[in-house]
């Protein structure tokens, strides 16, 4: 049987805190892809294809924007200005659409 992929005592030192699913730095970025690859996908990296690779960047990224999304859409003030949306800014009192 294959071992799955272990994270790196190193990469978590660097990433000071920070989510695997969310960081940032080179090591958090490898480490999700390899976390996606195997854990959303069930591929082990030696028997991935280019598909598989693709779809676990794929989902790294995705993770990343919908991080950055909540984050935005969380800081929005009290009296709603503006909201950030993922489509970008709509000021406030402008059609949203809905």
Not at 3 to 16: G, H, L, M, Q, Y
Request: glycine share 10%.
């Amino acid at each position: 049987m294959a071992k799955k992929p272990v994270k790196d005592t190193a990469s978590n030192d660097a990433e000071s805190g920070k989510d695997i699913r969310t960081g940032t730095s080179v090591a958090s970025l490898k480490q999700a892809v390899l976390d996606n690859l195997y854990y959303v996908q069930g591929r082990l990296p030696e028997l991935a294809t280019r598909n598989d690779w693709y779809m676990a960047v794929a989902y790294t990224a995705r993770d990343r924007m919908l991080e950055n999304i909540s984050r935005a859409q969380g800081s929005v003030g009290s009296e709603g200005e503006a909201r950030e949306l993922p489509l970008g800014r709509v000021p406030h009192g402008a059609p949203s659409g809905q």
